[in-house]
């Protein structure tokens, strides 16, 4: 295991290093001069000189790219032009309110999306598998912001039963904190529950076609059984595959639900620093989820291996 755990490490060296050039790459590859936007139209030369300086913009790019290389390898990822404190700090305020609706989003959706695809699965071209498709048909294809501003109207401001906007923190109480994100995860939640449904549901069928389930069926074993205990454990590995990228897709696809229910989130955080032209802080933070995406992979790679040990040895 710690031998896998090295090997995958040492293989996330070089995207990190290439996360870490686009994302220094993001500053010149957007129009317009990042001084001037900065400082402001009205400014005069010497001020835009002054930005252009204090920004580090006015050496080659070599020696930009070295120099943000430089400051990463030693913690730094920048300071924000508008809200006075480091990126780190920035981002480290608001990942709580992130993990939290990451975290409650998937824990609705793992166990609904399995349960859904391996019903479906299980009943093949039958009334159930065509509902259950046309479920998650539906919540992969309607807008998260649609349903988001539908939500508000019906359950915050007709019936009340949870806040339309603002985080409480967990620290404050369970209920409060859960009162707060529950509306936020399950509208985040429809398109993952859709997708895993579907993709629980083609690795099942892929399973189910295998020798040694006719096999456990000939003996007798019941079918929930069978499915329970051999199909969907063989099927594992393309549900942790899943499970991951609805996880990132969860952290990125949080700017939208963060907008609507104004929680003070990174993808708020994020919105933000565009309109306000934070450059420094856009960079950061895109470097920062860049790792943290490496990171969750590489979870996943481990999950692999425990889930399935045939990947041990491959």
């Given at each position: 295991?710690?031998?896998i755990i090295?090997?995958?490490l040492?293989?996330?060296v070089p995207v ?15 129009p317009?001069?990042p ?6 139209e ?8 002054h930005?252009?300086e204090q920004l580090?913009?006015?050496?080659p790019?070599v020696?930009q ?11 730094n990822f920048g ?5 006075n ?6 981002v ?6 992130t993990?939290s ?13 399995v349960?859904?695809g391996?019903l479906a699965?299980c009943?093949r071209?039958?009334?159930?598998d ?14 998260a912001f ?5 939500g ?5 401001v007709r ?10 923190p967990?620290s ?5 904190w ?14 993952q529950?859709g997708f895993?449904?579907?993709m629980?549901?083609a690795?099942?069928l892929d399973?189910?076609?295998q020798d040694?389930?006719r096999?456990?069926?000939a ?5 929930w059984?069978?499915?329970g ?5 063989n ?5 942790i ?9 969860a952290?990125?696809g949080?700017v939208i ?11 708020r955080?994020?919105v933000?620093a565009?309109?306000a ?6 960079q950061?933070?895109?470097l920062?989820l860049?790792f943290?995406?490496v990171?969750?992979?590489l ?6 291996s ?9």
């Amino acid at each position: 295991m710690i031998r896998i755990i090295a090997v995958k490490l040492l293989q996330a060296v070089p995207v990190i290093l290439i996360i870490s050039i686009l994302a220094f790459l993001l500053l010149s590859l957007l129009p317009g001069d990042p001084a001037v936007i900065i400082a402001g139209e009205q400014a005069s030369p010497a001020a835009i000189a002054h930005v252009r300086e204090q920004l580090g913009l006015d050496r080659p790019y070599v020696e930009q790219i070295a120099i943000w290389l430089f400051n990463l390898a030693h913690g730094n990822f920048g300071a924000s032009l508008i809200l006075n404190q480091s990126v780190l700090s920035a981002v480290g305020e608001r990942l709580p309110v992130t993990l939290s609706l990451a975290a409650l989003s998937l824990s609705f959706t793992i166990p609904t999306g399995v349960f859904l695809g391996s019903l479906a699965a299980c009943y093949r071209r039958r009334w159930i598998d065509a509902a259950v498709m046309t479920i998650a048909l539906l919540g992969v294809s309607v807008p998260a912001f649609w349903v988001a501003i539908l939500g508000v109207v019906l359950f915050s401001v007709r019936l009340g039963w949870v806040p339309s906007s603002g985080f409480v923190p967990l620290s404050k109480g369970i209920g409060p904190w859960f009162a707060s994100m529950v509306l936020p995860a399950l509208i985040l939640s429809l398109f993952q529950i859709g997708f895993l449904a579907r993709m629980t549901r083609a690795a099942m069928l892929d399973v189910l076609s295998q020798d040694y389930i006719r096999t456990a069926r000939a003996k007798g074993m019941s079918e929930w059984q069978t499915v329970g205990k051999h199909a969907l454990r063989n099927a594992l590995i393309m549900i942790i595959t899943t499970a991951g990228i609805l996880l990132s897709a969860a952290i990125g696809g949080s700017v939208i639900i963060e907008q609507v229910f104004a929680l003070p989130g990174i993808g708020r955080m994020v919105v933000q620093a565009i309109m306000a032209r934070d450059y420094p802080l856009v960079q950061g933070t895109m470097l920062i989820l860049g790792f943290a995406f490496v990171i969750i992979n590489l979870f996943a790679d481990v999950l692999y291996s425990l889930a399935d040990p045939r990947v041990r040895h491959e």
